[in-house]
């Protein structure tokens, strides 16, 4: 990818054909367990259908001589109200052994619902984890150090959820400025 | 053995390094930076010597790009309400109320020859909020609502951070409501179109109660 | 010699020797000490707390702790539309503001498909490629004062000094500029910018080279940052390490050179990574040198931008700022290289609003700082202050 | 042991003048010192630090109260005296509170043995050397007393290290200054001025006169640094990694007796070093030729400004040395002191014995 914002509006940027190599390999492995392959120019990205499956994968994107995603630049969690779904999205790329680069999607019930941790694939998403549970509330099976991050320990409520209600008082102080 | 003291050479001569620098510096001591500013051509004339400026004796002039302190023009200001809703800490408050067609000729023009539909009873900035991004002054039509480069304008009271630039006193504000209630009531009746103006003054006395410590604006105005 | 047996309350062993004599060892009596170091603690840069689990003056174990400077970033950019968070991402890296703003704006162009005019994009690296210098140099000054060595860190601040009288001359702010708006800037340079710009350069060469050889050869420094904290490179990409993090354990990473953004395809600079001639590959010294290194490179970097930047007459620093920030439904991760390593913005946009649905900020210092547990094991508390201290958190990017 | 008619003469008067039962005079040979640490301190140590250290760095340090600041260091001292004597709760009250006063005196005590110009010395001691060595040891009990009293973890860090070092550093500095006493052949301090003096001025000072001396003249230089607690050796009170070390509990006037014990042993560590190598009071002026500098400048009144001068002379290169270097570690620290300065003022040891047999 040259220069991203320049070449977005082309069909099918070479750095979406890169990441689509990338997901035919992930795909030929894994079959259903993965969704359809979303070629927009920003971001291209797959979504892990059966969550079960997802450290497998990981582990897969990590290790595999021809996917070595060994850079996980970002998890982000998401809030899907419509759907009743929370998720994670995972930017990954591969330093010093490919060029290409994907987005991985895995969402979960909003209520309770669980993603497997992939902190054991890549170490740099225990805290991003922590801090997707501190702001949305999904629990990552398997995670080493499952706590909050950013908030109190004793907050209550998932900051970044759409329908969040800050809460009245915490420990006497008035919450809303 | 020779490691132990070839760490001993490097150790004594990188000492004696950094103590001919600070000696250097302790000598340079004599000269002074001045307080040019970085628009003078001269700025970096000077490279050695001290560097402090005795703040408010001495100072590196703001330039006048200067982003500080928020400054209203009410004479020019036509009560479009950008700047509040641009506002992302939303630091300023606006009350407008409308002008009757008779009191177009009072209310005047901007310096732009604008004609002013809006009384502004309240136009509070509070710029203990304000975080001098900008926005405001960016969606400004009539370029009324400036960053001035005054950086100092700390006070002792934080009430005393928000500036009251309402061209109307609360008693004259009650009677342009009233009046324009007045006209409106009477176009009502007249016409049908005027239904859709009417909702209006409706709509206005619920954002009303929001700033609710509105005799404290009027009390610094008694004052001032 | 043959252990037989070993009471665990206060470590007495039971041994039998070789000569068949029978000695019951009795080790001192240690406790471990739980030390909190910070939220105000001097070299803690801010308000990071670390629960130290000390034996002695070792540390056994340190927990990071964050939060006592979260500002709900994100909660923010939900309820403020897309040019008004730019003022929010200086606020999280404030030592570096240009840069941050830069990754966000690239992040929502790449949304909104807009094209910038060149001169805007030359004028973005020059000033990003300041911030740069001055992050370095708040960097490697606060690391001097965590070492002991106050002279440096006043040296940084004089010279960093001037960097904020360009920037502010140029965006009517010190730190928390709002320059880099989306599609554009607030304000076009002034016109003797290049002049002093330039001027600046060849001001700060002499004075970096005068640092280098007041703190960086010092020797006491070197021993102090040799072969401290080291990271070798493999753990340090599994931490998804970035910047001068990354390169100081000898990765050649540089989202510069590797995911090139604005015009920094068309400049020639180096990449500086260590080659273990005055430095343990991935130690704190190495750190220390690649953030030196890279001031020179920005250095280099600025002088091509002044001689390529185009002269345009009458140029509009806002023409191409979209008239309605409203991107079209999508999701994007945009980032750019702060001084700190990696800064990304995950945005999702509905296609409605002239609101983000999410924005992430992926904060480089954040993700620096997880490492933190790992590096710590083991060290000695004045070894941790340099650790953390090679780490540069800024502790507005790590709590956001 | 006086030697020369003129030595020791004020001092020796001064003892003598009683008021009834009362020694006054003693009294007043007492409090010399302690006025003149309490006003050096004041001046130079903490006004000087500040404006130095300001210069170094490029800045113009206090200048506001006062003309160019001068009267800065009196309102700190109006601040201090002001402020609320906390005692923590926690605290061993009688360690805490006796810590600063050991300091305080332990520092102080030492002066009696400081020659104030060759018609003045507080007590002509035969082992003055010894004593003004083993005095300096006395502040280690002091910081144990205050960061063990203290109750707070930081402190105590401190005031571990802080022990660690200064018995450890006692060594090189005791035989570097063992190889000053050889060349002297006394303890004495004030012999050690005396046998420095002449009329070629510095030329007869240890450390130009003798090939070897200026090795136990680093030594004692380096482990001064440590034995005060001056950066690069200011681990007992790193601020960065303790806070402040063994009196981060201290507010108010106990805070104040740590620093004036500071400055009063950065006083006293200069004067032994300029007396043992440096010829304490004795002028450094030569006579040339018709030109007698050394006889215009010497005498009483000028040997107490040559040894005061002297001394601030080596504070400043204490100031100097402290505000370019970075601070060391604890296991360096004990590198230097037992691997580095320890064999090498043995070795000074040795040549020095050799030279004082052999010259």
């Known amino acids: 990818m040259d220069n991203g914002m320049e070449e977005a509006g082309n069909i099918m940027p070479a750095a979406v054909q890169e990441s689509k190599a990338a997901y035919d390999i992930i795909k030929e492995r894994f079959g259903s367990a993965v969704s359809e392959f979303d070629a927009n120019p920003t971001m291209p990205f797959f979504e892990v259908v059966d969550t079960s499956k997802w450290v497998d994968i990981a582990l897969f994107m990590r290790d595999d001589s021809r996917l070595k995603f060994n850079y996980m630049a970002c998890l982000s969690g998401v809030d899907y109200p419509e759907q009743n779904q929370l998720g994670i999205v995972c930017n990954l790329e591969s330093i010093g052994h490919h060029t290409h680069r994907i987005a991985v999607k895995v969402k979960c019930q909003r209520d309770g619902g669980s993603i497997p941790s992939v902190s054991c694939v890549w170490h740099t998403a225990n805290w991003h984890e922590r801090e997707a549970y501190d702001m949305y509330g999904m629990t990552f099976d398997g995670h080493p150090d499952h706590r909050r991050i950013l908030c109190p320990e004793d907050w209550t409520g998932y900051p970044l959820r759409k329908d969040y209600q800050v809460q009245e008082t915490y420990h006497g102080i008035k919450v809303p400025y | 053995m020779s490691e132990y003291f070839s760490n001993i050479k490097t150790g004594a001569t990188t000492i004696a390094t950094g103590m001919a620098i600070t000696l250097r510096h302790f000598f340079n001591a004599v000269k002074r930076k001045g307080d040019a500013g970085i628009d003078d051509p001269d700025y970096f004339k000077q490279v050695d010597g001290l560097c402090t400026l005795q703040y408010p004796k001495e100072a590196v002039p703001t330039p006048t790009i200067g982003r500080y302190r928020l400054y209203n023009d009410i004479d020019d200001c036509i009560g479009c309400c950008q700047c509040e809703r641009a506002c992302p800490v939303e630091c300023i408050t606006i009350e407008t109320i409308k002008v009757t067609n008779d009191d177009l000729a009072a209310c005047g023009k901007t310096s732009g020859g604008q004609q002013k539909r809006f009384w502004l009873p309240v136009f509070d900035i509070d710029v203990a909020k304000c975080m001098t991004c900008g926005i405001c002054v960016s969606v400004c039509p009539t370029d009324c609502l400036v960053h001035s480069p005054v950086a100092d304008f700390s006070e002792f009271d934080v009430r005393n951070m928000v500036y009251h630039y309402g061209n109307l006193t609360r008693i004259e504000a009650e009677a342009k409501k009233r009046k324009l209630q007045e006209e409106k009531a009477a176009k009502e009746k007249a016409a049908a179109e005027a239904a859709a103006r009417g909702e209006a003054p409706a709509a206005k006395p619920a954002p009303k109660p929001k700033p609710a410590p509105a005799p404290k604006p009027e009390s610094d105005q008694a004052g001032e | ?400 | 042991m006086s030697q020369s008619p003129s030595l020791n003469t004020w001092s020796e008067a001064l003892s003598g003048f009683y008021i009834g039962w009362l020694p006054l005079g003693l009294l007043i040979v007492a409090a010399i010192p302690l006025v003149f640490i309490a006003l050096y301190a004041l001046t130079y140590g903490v006004y000087g630090e500040r404006k130095i250290s300001a210069f170094m760095q490029d800045r113009l340090g206090p200048m506001e109260v006062g003309p160019w600041g001068l009267l800065q260091t009196l309102a700190d001292i109006l601040k201090l005296l002001q402020k609320e004597d906390i005692v923590p709760t926690v605290a061993d009250k009688f360690l805490f509170v006796i810590g600063p006063v050991i300091m305080f005196v332990g520092s102080f005590m030492a002066f009696a043995v400081l020659p104030f110009g060759p018609a003045f010395i507080g007590a002509d001691l035969n082992v003055g050397l010894f004593y003004a060595i083993g005095i300096v040891a006395f502040e280690v009990v002091g910081i144990l007393a205050s960061g063990w009293g203290s109750n707070n973890k930081w402190a105590l860090y401190g005031a571990i290290r802080s022990v660690a070092q200064i018995v450890s550093y006692e060594i090189p500095a005791s035989i570097a200054l063992l190889c000053g006493a050889m060349m002297a052949g006394s303890l004495s301090m004030q012999q050690f001025s005396v046998m420095q003096a002449g009329p070629y001025g510095f030329i007869h000072y240890y450390l130009f006169s003798n090939p070897i001396a200026w090795l136990p003249f680093i030594i004692y230089l380096i482990s001064s640094l440590a034995e005060t607690n001056r950066a690069p050796f200011d681990i007992p009170e790193a601020e960065s990694e303790l806070v402040a070390g063994f009196f981060t509990e201290y507010s108010g006037m106990k805070f104040a007796m740590f620093f004036l014990a500071e400055y009063g042993s950065m006083f006293m560590v200069s004067a032994i070093l300029s007396i043992v190598f440096l010829g304490g009071w004795a002028s450094p002026l030569p006579n040339v030729g018709g030109l007698a500098l050394n006889d215009l400048t010497s005498g009483p009144a000028w040997g107490a400004f040559w040894i005061i001068m002297k001394g601030f002379f080596f504070i400043f290169v204490q100031m100097w040395l402290r505000w370019t270097l970075p601070r060391l570690r604890v296991d360096q620290l004990m590198y230097l002191c037992w691997k580095v300065l320890t064999p090498f003022s043995f070795i000074a040891f040795v040549l020095t014995a050799v030279w004082e047999i052999y010259k």
């Open chain 3, 1 to 400: 010699m043959q252990e037989l047996g070993k009471a665990e309350l206060n470590s007495t062993r039971i041994i039998r020797q070789n000569d068949n004599r029978v000695v019951i060892e009795k080790d001192l009596d240690t406790e471990y000490m739980v030390l909190s170091m910070g939220p105000q603690h001097p070299s803690t840069h801010g308000v990071l707390r670390l629960e130290c689990i000390t034996d002695g003056e070792v540390v056994v174990e340190a927990e990071p702790y964050l939060g006592y400077l979260h500002r709900c970033f994100e909660k923010y950019c939900e309820k403020v539309d897309y040019p008004g968070i730019v003022p929010y991402t200086d606020r999280m890296d404030y030592l570096a503001g240009m840069n941050t703003e830069l990754a966000y704006c690239i992040a929502v162009e790449k949304l909104l498909d807009v094209e910038i005019p060149r001169r805007v994009e030359f004028i973005r690296v020059i000033v990003s490629e300041l911030n740069r210098i001055a992050s370095h140099l708040v960097a490697i000054g606060t690391y001097g004062i965590d070492l002991g060595a106050f002279t440096p860190f006043l040296f940084c601040f004089r010279d960093r000094e001037h960097i904020l009288n360009l920037l502010e001359w140029i965006s009517g702010a010190r730190m928390l500029y709002n320059y880099i708006w989306i599609g554009g800037l607030s304000y076009d340079v002034p016109a003797d910018f290049k002049k002093r710009v330039a001027e600046f350069v060849t001001y700060f060469r002499p004075k970096a080279l005068e640092l280098q050889k007041l703190l960086t050869e010092n020797e006491i420094f070197v021993k102090r940052t040799k072969g401290v904290g080291i990271m070798p490179a493999e753990v340090a990409i599994n931490y998804a390490w970035s910047g001068p993090m990354l390169r100081g354990s000898g990765v050649k990473w540089d989202l510069r050179r590797n995911d090139p953004y604005s015009v920094y395809p068309e400049l020639d600079f180096e990449v500086p990574v260590p080659d273990g001639r005055f430095s343990d590959i991935g130690d704190s010294l190495s750190r220390h040198l690649v953030r030196a290194w890279e001031m020179d490179e920005s250095l280099k970097i600025i002088e091509q931008c002044l001689d390529k930047m185009p002269e345009v007459e009458g140029f509009n620093s806002r023409s191409a700022i979209p008239k309605k920030i409203r991107p079209k439904a999508g999701e994007v991760y945009g980032r750019a290289e702060n001084p700190r390593g990696e800064v990304g913005f995950y945005i999702v946009s509905d296609g409605k609003s002239t609101k983000p649905l999410r924005c992430k900020a992926r904060s480089s210092c954040f993700v620096n700082l997880s490492a933190m547990k790992d590096l710590s094991k083991g060290q000695l508390i004045p070894d941790l202050v340099a650790i953390i201290g090679s780490i540069d958190i800024v502790l507005g990017e790590v709590d956001r």
